[in-house]
């Protein structure tokens, strides 16, 4: 009788352990509730959007009107999906209780999580936005593992991000990116704009210099055949006359390419060890030599020298340079920046096309020569 007493007082004393525990946690359940409703009425109704961290602030397109336009628009939209509490969903949670009955969860703990995980979506928003550096594509997909990894969360809460306000804020980067986009592109413009008025300025001080050493050596005859006439000697006149005549065509042509600006050399030309062989350019030089311009180009940022297929001059070389340029316009290598004078074009389809035009070429190199390049494949990979 007395063993089984024992028995029994033990059996209570767990008994009131186990309630005691279970008190404890009921206690600290209540405590996790009573923050989270404190937390979310301190979330004023007025302004809800602002204080779940959805503020104003600067970003690289706020200077243009347009973009800032269509992204005050989103914005809007999105600042009335918290508004309207459509960017977060709640639904019912079930848990399993002590006494292995299903009950359902306390509705106020989702409504809690949820402006939560939307604060923490937004600052993240806000850091993406506001970066000076770097790819808004990959701040897209930033934005986009942020909201999977909150609302992975929140599924167990009973609280969910709606996919509608994440598009909104993704739409938002991805508009500054085409804005980023578009500057660098007038910016890359600009520096080839830059480059064809120094190389223009360059064939004008060319012209130039030419001309006035034309006009110096003709100068000269002149004096020559003033002296000649004076001596009588018709002989030495007739030949300083034809030199004269030479200097003077000379001049003219000088005098003609220095006034119209439509005048120049046409070129096609190829870097098989940088490009590949399907690679070519096509441009424009007014230069007095125009191998001068070919070799600038071979020095500047490329591996070998170019090869020539074709170097022709011609009084409308623009509209020669247009209309390959255009004729071949689907295929440039450079799509955004149309003064990128590459194409994924062969040599002799250059040709066919000049052909078919009726242009007047002298000469044609239809395989490159590649020198360097294939003196390099012959050598092998360098030994240390």
Known sequence: MRLRNVVDDAERDARKVELAKLVDEIDAA????????????????????????FREYKTIADKSESIMSEIKVLRAEAKSLIRSRAAVSERAMWMTSKDGSIVEMPKKFAASIGPLL?????????????????????AQSRLNKTWNKLNNIGWELGANLGAQYLHLRTDELKLLEDHRNAVLRE??????????????????RELEAEREKLQKELDHYYNVMVALEAQGDKAGIARVELQILA????????????????????????????FGPDVIKIGLTRRLDPLDRIRELSSAAVPYRYDVHALFFSADAVSIE???????????????????????????????????????????????????????????PETA
């Open 322 to 380: 247009t209309m390959l340029h255009g004729h071949f316009d689907d295929r440039r290598v450079n799509r955004v920046n149309r003064r990128k004078e590459f194409f994924r074009v062969r040599p002799d389809e250059v040709l066919s096309v000049l052909r078919k035009h009726d242009v007047e070429l002298v000469d044609w190199v239809d395989e490159a020569e590649a020198e360097e390049y294939r003196l390099g494949l012959t050598l092998g």
């Open 187 to 204: 910016k890359e413009e600009e520096r080839e704009r830059r480059a064809e008025l120094r190389e223009e300025a360059q064939a004008q």
């Open 247 to 274: 200097l003077e065509e000379e001049l003219k042509e000088i005098d003609f390419r220095a006034a119209n600006i439509r005048a120049g050399y046409v070129y096609v030309i190829s870097n098989v060890g940088a």
């Open 30 to 53: 209540k405590e996790v509730l009573l923050g989270l409703e404190e937390a979310v009425g301190a979330v004023p109704t007025d302004n809800l959007p602002e204080a779940l961290e």
């Open 118 to 138: 939307l604060s923490l979506l937004n600052l993240q928003m806000e850091i993406e936005a506001t970066r000076k550096t770097g790819s808004f594509r990959d």
